[in-house]
Nanobody, 113 residues
Framework: QVQLVESGGGLVQPGGSLRLSCTAS????????MGWYRQAPGEQRRLVAG???????TYMGSAKGRFSISRDDAAHTVYLQMSNLNPEDTGVYFC???????WGQGTQVTVSS
């Protein structure tokens, strides 16, 4: 059974940090690139960051310089370290096995004072 389970979201003040985790079934994690998406209220899901099997990373827009994606293949887990958060980072964050339709259930991140 394919599973992706995110965790680590929450409420944080502007300027704060959070680390999101996504643990996947071994069968879908191994050998696949992984990505983190954000869906802000009233908007479509947009790619925030991606990481290849070899560890090459890509960041979109305002994530550059503030977010860091990494993966632990032994733990079948991908992480998103987010720093210097601002209210525009608010949304539901989903992990995805890139190139497939496998999504996690999402974790809410709210940046507010």
């Amino acid at each position: 059974q394919v599973q992706l389970v995110e965790s680590g979201g929450g409420l944080v003040q502007p300027g704060g940090s959070l680390r999101l985790s996504c643990t996947a079934s071994e069968s879908i994690f191994s050998g696949n690139a992984m990505g983190w998406y954000r869906q802000a209220p009233g908007e479509q899901r947009r790619l925030v960051a991606g990481i290849t099997v070899g560890g090459t990373t890509t960041y979109m827009g305002s994530a550059k310089g503030r977010f860091s994606i990494s993966r632990d293949d032994a733990a079948h887990t991908v992480y998103l370290q987010m720093s210097n958060l601002n209210p525009e980072d608010t949304g539901v964050y989903f992990c995805k096995v890139l190139g497939t339709d496998h999504w996690g259930q999402g974790t809410q991140v709210t940046v507010s004072s």
